[in-house]
């Protein structure tokens, strides 16, 4: 046999949203060695007036006589929209199309259903900077894949940083990156470092990295080469290269009212003036110490604010309130102190005396934030207030409906005070921090639970640090604009190293200049610039490196409109609270993204390969190289081993055991069924796969632990312990059905028995057991793998009343649609958080879940953290032990699974019991 899926050939990408490229075989059941060699990666990046464009092209051959399926993971910035994908096979180019996401879901699934090769790429919400795509490459084949994302370089701390990562995870023959820039004005400041990871650390940026080499072919632009040969990467690793490449630069100011381009009929005005005096600040913190923030995450707080509180600069005013389930206000004899030696360390004896415990009371720590800061009893408008808010988890105590709380600071927030979030760790509520910083004029950040969390809170204060403007507003003059097309020109804060881009259209192709005012707020008090002013791009370009010269100038100023409008739509979506506004500015931001090509949370790319003549054919002959072993290896063991606190299964009596995203463990419940009862496992409407298992009862102990009940007549009964397994499991899908009994198993009526070492195509399915009698693989195709496991007893063992039974397990699940149900199924795409956790006097650690994802409603459910054996590999793994056979955690009670027959979807009406 050549392979788990030898016979298909097929690629699929799922992309979700920074530029991470890595490369990994998959989870094979045989474990071959890689077999797939990354040949060439080449990066190449073009900066135009800051923005970029940059295009991943990467070669992988296979030279095993297999097909071998290889991952990509690719990490684009979280300001990126990609807009090109191609892949190259066998010499024929595939291109990607753009589609509304729903669209582009069921082009997708309804390409993979008829048995072509597919690819899909989309932004995942919930995973904003990650893309990863598979390709199941052919023996003795080669693939090509170019990615293009644009991104708008954004300015912080003075710098714009273009970061590329680099992570072939192996030494590749040709590793080239190139970044081109062209600006109009002079280049400043340009530092290419050495590779680095994510984690920062001190003055890590003041090196070089000597594998890079800059070309400056004029003032205004420059060339960067970096590639290191086989040997230099060696060098570093065994691995290969892997880190972050970064080029930062600046460019030179002269005028305060900033910078506009202009070509045909677009314009793009950078405003970043220089030489500003700072304005004085009123400053309040709202931290949270609540019980998830105990340890690490609370003393990296205490080091950070630490040194925030010592940077704070002396006439601002500032106060600090920290929650939990209580709101506690630092001080109280006025709602801001100002900035001074004795305030400063008051304050950081505050925050050293603070012990995470508690709920998280996140509306009224917000109320009562707010009020302090438009109370302060200094009124003078050169003071610029914001707000920074740190929290790690959602709302647990007071009001805990997000919208409301969201009402709440919006009626509240009269002065339009900046909130700035911090998202603190993975159990955050980003989308709600999302929503209350667009809703009031800030931006969310999430700072990563990591060793460099301090210098990440650190870091983000030194962006917002400095206050030079606020309460700006843009006004273009003369009507040589088309107001309406205008990006945002209102401003409530500008701070010193950032910069302020407004894009539009112009009411003339041949327009190259306009007039412009800008009005606002500065340590001075009022001010006004009013000046004439624009560039045309194609006065710009006579020194173009020669690399940049076959770029397509004319529609540059165009892109970035285009980005910068989808961009702004999709802010306002978060901010506005009626539906059919919201509504209205989807339908525009779906409209530009299908126009101009961009991925973005509305829109998805679709990549589908014409269906090859080499798929799997019914067959049940066996050639010499199809030994069941060259899947298995020498035992199924060690592939579940790898995976083992992966898997998803019902074994024994019967546990349920699921891996949810969200959660480090896995959370375990028991259903107690009766004896011929048939309950759903799995159920996919869109995959046609069904999976069903018969509850077989056991007298377990007949006579050592039964129990003898004397009745009033004399008479004495007997009652045995009777415990519940699954002794019957059915699998439908792909025009099969597999009966599966301890005693033999079954495809489509034709019987099979255990022991012989086999394998079966039946369709596009291959079933293939172990040769022991102990285990039986089914492989559909798209990813989906199932594995039974039998559990057989001895004579003695039966002699007690025990029974033969079967165990279920998902190993791959990633072919399975958002819609998949069932006891097991529900849980693929559900996401479970741990929002508290205790341990009492006894060692006994107990939980609140949250459970959301594909369910009808969020729900909390109570868990006590325990361990069960997994089956399949003879060993122990950590969960969280739901009771009371699921309550709260499935959807509905147990009794709602159970169907009319082995074969049948279609849930049956039962009294419900009461769990």
């Not at 632009?221 to 040997?231: G, L, M, Q």
């Not at 019980?291 to 601002?316: C, P, V, W, Y």
């Not at 309950?679 to 869109?686: C, R, S």
């Not at 109570?862 to 056979?885: E, F, H, P, T």
């Amino acid at each position: 046999m050549a392979g788990l899926f030898g016979e298909l050939r097929c690629f699929c990408l799922f992309v979700c949203f920074g530029v991470s490229l890595c490369f990994t075989n998959s989870l094979d059941l045989d474990f071959k060695p890689k077999t797939t060699k990354v040949v060439s990666l080449h990066i190449k990046s073009s900066i135009l007036y800051r923005f970029s464009s940059t295009s991943v092209t990467s070669t992988i051959i296979n030279d095993d006589v297999r097909a071998t399926e290889t991952f990509f993971e690719v990490t684009l910035p979280d300001a990126a929209f990609i807009s090109n994908f191609t892949l190259e096979i066998d010499g024929n180019v595939y291109l990607g199309e753009i589609k509304e996401k729903e669209v582009a879901k069921n082009t997708y699934e309804n390409a993979r259903w008829m048995g072509q090769s597919a690819g899909h790429i989309e932004t995942r919400p919930r995973d904003t900077n990650k893309f990863k795509i598979s390709i199941n490459i052919a023996a003795f084949s080669e693939v090509t894949f170019t990615l293009t994302y644009n991104e708008l370089l954004q300015r912080r701390r003075g710098n714009y940083d273009h970061t590329i990562y680099v992570n072939p995870g192996q030494i590749v023959d040709s590793l080239l990156v190139e970044v081109t820039i062209q600006e109009s004005r002079a280049i400043t400041q340009l530092h290419v470092p050495p590779l680095r990871d994510d984690i920062l650390t001190e003055h890590q940026n003041s090196l070089w990295n000597t594998y890079a080499t800059i070309r400056r072919p004029s003032l205004t632009s420059a060339y960067i080469r970096y590639n290191p040969s086989p040997e230099d990467q060696k060098r570093a690793s065994l691995q290969g290269m892997s880190g972050l490449f970064i080029v930062e630069y600046d460019v030179e100011r002269t005028t305060h009212v900033g910078e506009v381009m202009v070509v045909n009929g677009y314009f793009v005005h950078y405003f970043a003036p220089q030489g500003l005096p700072r304005m004085k600040r009123k400053v309040l913190f709202i931290l949270d110490y609540s019980g998830s923030m105990l340890g690490t995450k609370i003393t990296q707080l205490k080091t950070a604010m630490s040194e925030i509180l010592s940077n704070l600069a002396k006439g601002d005013r500032f106060n600090i309130i920290r929650f939990n389930g209580d709101v506690t206000k630092w001080w109280n004899h006025s709602a801001l102190v100002e900035v001074n030696e004795y305030s400063v360390n008051a304050a950081k004896n505050f925050i050293n005396d603070i012990e995470a415990d508690g709920w998280t009371n996140i509306n009224d720590a917000l109320t009562e934030g707010m009020d302090l800061l438009q109370e302060d009893d200094e009124k003078d408008p050169t003071y610029a207030s914001l707000m920074i808010f740190l929290t790690d988890g959602y709302a647990t105590e007071g009001e805990m409906d997000n919208s409301k709380i969201l009402d709440t600071i919006n009626s509240r927030n009269k002065d339009r005070v900046p909130i700035f979030s911090l998202s603190f760790g993975d159990e955050a509520d980003y989308g709600f921090l999302k929503k209350l910083s667009a809703q009031n004029n800030g931006f969310v950040r999430k700072i990563y639970e990591e060793s460099d969390a301090s210098l990440q809170l650190t870091g983000f204060y030194g962006e917002v640090a400095s206050t030079l403007l606020s309460n700006l507003t843009f006004r273009y003059l003369d009507d040589t604009v088309v107001g309406k097309s205008v990006t945002n020109t209102i401003y409530p804060i500008f701070f010193e190293g950032s910069e302020i881009v407004i894009s539009g259209k112009v009411s003339e192709v041949n327009v190259s200049a306009m007039t412009l005012e800008i009005c606002g707020t500065s340590s001075k008090g009022p001010l006004e610039w009013r000046t004439a002013t624009g560039n045309n791009i194609f006065d710009l370009i006579q020194n173009a490196p020669s690399e940049l010269v076959a770029s397509n100038f004319s529609d540059i100023t165009e892109k970035i409109w285009a980005y910068m409008t989808i961009k702004q739509l999709l802010i306002n979506r978060l901010r506005e609270r009626n539906a059919t506004a919201r509504t209205e500015l989807k339908r525009k931001a779906l409209e530009l993204a299908l126009k101009y090509n961009f991925v973005t949370p509305l829109t998805s790319m679709v990549v589908t390969r014409p269906q090859d003549e080499n798929v799997i054919r019914p067959s049940a002959d066996l050639r010499l190289n199809d030994s069941p072993y060259s899947v298995w290896g020498d035992t199924l063991k060690g592939s579940l081993e790898l995976k083992r606190n992966k898997l998803s299964f019902v074994d024994s009596d019967p546990h349920f055991i699921v891996r949810v995203k969200g959660l480090k463990d896995s959370v375990c419940f028991d259903v107690m069924g009766n004896e011929g009862d048939i309950f759903n496992l799995v159920k996919d409407e869109i995959s046609g796969i069904v999976v069903n298992a018969k509850v077989a009862t056991s007298s377990e102990g007949s006579r050592i632990n039964s129990t003898s009940t004397k009745h009033r007549n004399g008479t004495q009964e007997s009652k045995s312990n009777l415990k519940t397994y699954f002794g019957e499991i059915t699998i439908s899908g792909d025009n099969s059905v597999i009966n599966v009994s301890p005693d033999q198993w079954t495809v489509n009526g034709l019987p099979y028995n255990w022991r012989p070492a086999q394998t079966i195509t039946v369709h596009r399915t291959k079933l293939v057991t172990d040769g022991t009698g102990k285990m039986i693989a089914l492989m559909f195709p798209h990813k989906i793998t199932l594995l039974i496991v039998r559990h057989m007893r001895t004579e003695r063992q039966l002699e007690m009343g025990k029974i033969h039974f079967l165990g279920f397990y998902i190993v791959d699940d990633r072919g399975f649609s958002w819609y998949t149900h069932g006891l097991l199924g529900q849980f693929i795409y559900r996401r479970i958080s741990l929002e508290k956790k205790k341990t009492s006097k006894i060692g006994k650690t107990r939980g609140k879940l949250k459970i959301e994802g594909n369910t009808k409603r969020m729900r909390r459910v109570s868990a006590l953290l325990g361990k069960r054996v997994n089956l399949a590999i003879n060993d122990y793994v950590s969960c969280w032990m739901v009771q009371r056979n699921g309550r709260r955690l499935i959807d509905g009670v147990f009794t709602d699974y159970l169907v009319t027959n082995s074969t049948s979807p279609q849930y049956r009406k039962r009294k419900r019991s009461k769990t």
